[in-house]
């Protein structure tokens, strides 16, 4: 929070000090100036005073967190970011500098379109769930077995109909009503309906392939053990083996990057 660095004497004016060229960054939940930078926030505090909250839970629900805490990552790559720029014009200029980042404001970027909607409309925009302005049908449909699920994007009226012909729905792939984006989104509750029951016939993977062999956007929602399987880590060797004092091998995470 804003005034301990201060407190320590390690404020950036006393370091310059010490040494003029000196890049410092400050990351406050609300910036160093401003009414509310006296304010402590953490990840979960960003997402509700940037705006994020709002747009995030079911249609007709209240405003929920995500559960990633989108204010610890977000910020730690604009840190990175602005760090990086700092020192590469103090290569070329000899001059060092303060860097002010207020999470709240960095976690805003997440959702333009909350703002730029109000500005062009007056629009107030809300929770849409899984679904999607420029794609239908969008959702995370129930399958066979227990908590089990299947994400799905059709964006375009082509995998629409690929969509169809991999169910089995041809009625569906020659209705009228849901040939185009706009006609498929007036009818949505309908289309997670006929998609939902046909998905909760399939394993979950079993169906992800089906849809992809088809050339549909589809994904199996993976649980942790599942992860511990899955070909694509495991054709990267992402799993490492490691000693664990009293359960010997266990499988860890290895680096993202090669």
Known sequence: SVGVMARFGLDYESLRRVRP????????????????????????????TSGLSSITGYPGGYPQETGVFYGDPINALFGAVALTWALWRRRHTGRGQFIDVSQREA???????????????????????????????HGCYPC??????????????????????????????????????????RHEDELDEAISGWTRRHN??????????????????????????????????????????????????GMSWK
């Open 21 to 48: 060229d000196i890049v410092m960054i400050s990351m406050p939940g609300f910036g160093n100036t401003g009414p509310e930078s006296k304010y402590v926030g953490y990840g979960m505090t960003q997402e509700s």
């Open 107 to 137: 976690v805003s970027h997440l959702a333009p379109e909350v703002v730029l909607t109000y500005q062009m409309t007056g629009r107030i925009l809300d929770s849409v769930g899984n679904r999607h302005p420029a794609m239908s049908p």
């Open 144 to 185: 066979a077995g227990e908590d089990n699920w299947l994400v799905i994007s059709v964006s375009s009226d082509e995998m629409w109909q690929a969509l169809c012909e991999a169910m089995g729905r041809m009625d569906l792939a020659q209705d009228a009503r849901l040939e185009t984006l706009l006609g498929r989104r």
């Open 204 to 253: 979950h993977y079993e169906a992800m392939h089906l849809l992809q062999s088809h050339g549909v956007a589809a994904e199996a929602v993976a649980k942790g053990a599942e992860l511990l399987e899955d070909p694509h880590y495991k054709a990267r060797g992402y799993f490492q083996m490691s000693e664990v004092p009293g359960a010997g091998p266990y499988p860890t995470h």
